[in-house]
């Protein structure tokens, strides 16, 4: 659908939304292959790479991934048919209906910026699929449980589900880069990638109105809940990334690539060596916007404490040891406590 705004102030109303052009190399472009070479000089020149784009904005391109286009294509293609879904038939999976975050979320149903109106998207929730009498179910654990599927698209769920699996080994595979970005060992990581919590996400944003409410997008500025965050996007751009000095600036679609940042929970566990920057998403484009973002958060058992690397000597950790669940619980109560969907 085509929505061509027709309002003359149209432009004046959106001046505070826009963003800079991209500039070159404003944001790096980084081909992770080398960290699944035999060779350890190729695994720590991706780890060096890496530590310079964690240090800097935490944000980045990832190519040479080893997710097939084929794959990414077809979730696309699912997540469209869900979204074009009747509203009687996506409320019938309503996130409301899940007692571990899973399912549908209408449009404006989430506020990432208390200070903006809610968020002008839909979305769609998958994680691991946990049944009742799972261990971890039974223990009561945060965002633990079964996810929920439309009954009506014989593909939806066996699609996600390869590329939730697949995705959750790219994350592994990242962290063991983040582990030598780091100094440490490649395998420092292995507990936190462990029963690890990771969610897939499918969004879905209609074109910026012409006369909007103050402040309203697609997406109002945040920082993510986690560890790492791994977004495929379809063509129509609209993914802003605050700069300190330039501003907002467009991180625009890269074929075949992940725009890949860093959450909270890592800004959290390096002392802010590593930054969590704020982001946000302004559907000018005049279509429908697509993205798919997997949020990929580790191991719920795991202690959080200072990376022992990203300390000074005689330097206190500006936060407090936590785990990944408790963090989580915290972020989800501050995002969602406000409509009603977590208690």
């Keep these: 659908m085509q929505h061509v705004p027709s309002n003359e102030n149209f432009a004046?109303?959106?001046?505070?939304?826009?963003?800079?052009?991209?500039?070159?190399?404003?944001?790096?472009?980084?081909?992770?292959?080398?960290?699944?070479?035999?060779?350890?000089?190729?695994?720590?020149?991706?780890g060096e790479e890496l530590r310079a784009a964690c240090a800097d904005k935490?944000?980045?391109?990832?190519?040479?991934?080893?997710?097939?286009?084929?794959?990414?294509?077809a979730v696309i293609r699912e997540s469209v048919s869900f979204f074009e879904l009747p509203a009687g038939e996506k409320s019938k999976i309503h996130l409301k209906l899940?007692?571990?975050?899973?399912?549908?979320?209408?449009?404006?149903?989430?506020?990432?910026?208390?200070?903006?109106?809610?968020?002008?998207?839909?979305?769609?929730y998958i994680g691991r699929h946990r049944m009742a009498d799972d261990p971890m179910v039974v223990a009561?654990?945060?965002?633990?449980?079964?996810?929920?599927?439309?009954?009506?698209?014989?593909?939806?769920?066996?699609?996600?589900?390869?590329?939730?699996?697949?995705?959750?080994?790219?994350?592994?595979?990242?962290?063991?880069?983040?582990?030598?970005?780091?100094?440490?060992?490649?395998?420092?990581f292995a507990p936190f990638c462990q029963n690890e919590v990771a969610t897939l996400r499918l969004l879905h944003y209609p074109p910026q109105p012409a006369n909007p409410d103050p402040g309203e997008m697609g997406c109002g500025a945040h920082t993510d809940f986690g560890t790492l965050t791994f977004l495929m996007q379809d063509t129509c751009g609209g993914?802003?990334?605050?700069?300190?000095?330039?501003?907002?600036?467009?991180?625009?679609?890269?074929?075949e690539s992940y725009v890949v940042n860093l959450g909270d929970l890592m800004a959290r566990w390096t002392n802010d060596t590593y930054r969590s920057t704020l982001h946000r998403v302004v559907n000018m484009s005049g279509r429908e916007r697509y993205s798919v973002p997997f949020f990929y958060m580790g191991n719920p058992?795991?202690?959080?404490?200072?990376i022992s690397t990203c300390l000074e000597d005689g330097v206190t950790p500006t936060y407090p040891e936590t785990t990944v669940d408790k963090h989580f619980q915290e972020m989800y109560r501050a995002t969602y406590s406000g409509i009603g969907l977590i208690t």
């Design 12 to 46: 004046l109303v959106h001046q505070k939304l826009r963003a800079r052009p991209l500039k070159a190399q404003a944001l790096p472009v980084i081909d992770i292959s080398g960290l699944r070479s035999p060779e350890l000089a190729d695994r720590e020149t991706v």
């Design 301 to 306: 058992d795991y202690p959080v404490r200072c």
């Design 98 to 124: 899940s007692a571990c975050n899973r399912g549908y979320e209408p449009l404006q149903a989430q506020s990432l910026d208390a200070n903006a109106p809610p968020d002008l998207k839909e979305g769609f």
């Design 58 to 73: 935490g944000f980045l391109y990832v190519i040479g991934h080893g997710i097939p286009q084929d794959l990414r294509e």
């Design 239 to 255: 993914l802003q990334v605050k700069d300190e000095r330039d501003g907002w600036i467009h991180a625009e679609p890269l074929p």
């Design 140 to 188: 009561g654990k945060f965002g633990h449980g079964p996810n929920q599927w439309p009954d009506t698209l014989p593909n939806f769920q066996q699609v996600m589900e390869v590329y939730y699996s697949k995705m959750v080994d790219l994350g592994r595979l990242m962290m063991r880069g983040i582990a030598l970005s780091l100094g440490l060992a490649e395998n420092h």
